[in-house]
Nanobody, 123 residues
Framework: HVQLVESGGGLVQAGGSLRLSCAAS???????MAWFRQAPGKEREFVAA????????YYADSVKGRFTISRDNAKNTVYLQMDSLKSEDTAVYYC?????????????????WGQGTQVTVSS
């Protein structure tokens, strides 16, 4: 069983940066890891993912070039560096983990979810 705890959210002005962290309680070296987000009144959407084997990364078009996902397997932690933040990035951000090698952009591919961390970008 894997438990995920996100941190690093907060309030930031548009154009600013934040780095989210997701610490896993168990070993997740063989798990794909991802970030999703959910804004008020909207469905949860994919943000970024990283595979476990080669560290291949995937991004939603809306964040490509601004966000960077990375992982430190020794620390069982995945990060999301968010730069050039926009007001539309405001959401609760969730970390996810799953034993999957396909469908990394799909929420149903992930077995474990964190509680989420709030990111608010003021314009």
């Amino acid at each position: 069983h894997v438990q995920l705890v996100e941190s690093g959210g907060g309030l930031v002005q548009a154009g600013g940066s934040l780095r989210l962290s997701c610490a896993a309680s168990g070993r997740t070296v063989s798990y794909a890891m991802a970030w999703f987000r959910q804004a008020p009144g909207k469905e949860r959407e994919f943000v970024a993912a990283i595979s476990w084997s080669r560290g291949n990364t995937y991004y939603a078009d809306s964040v490509k070039g601004r966000f960077t996902i990375s992982r430190d397997n020794a620390k069982n932690t995945v990060y999301l560096q968010m730069d050039s933040l926009k007001s539309e990035d405001t959401a609760v951000y969730y970390c996810a983990a799953g034993r999957t090698v396909v469908g990394l952009i799909l929420a149903r591919s992930y077995d474990y979810w964190g509680q989420g961390t709030q990111v608010t970008v003021s314009s």
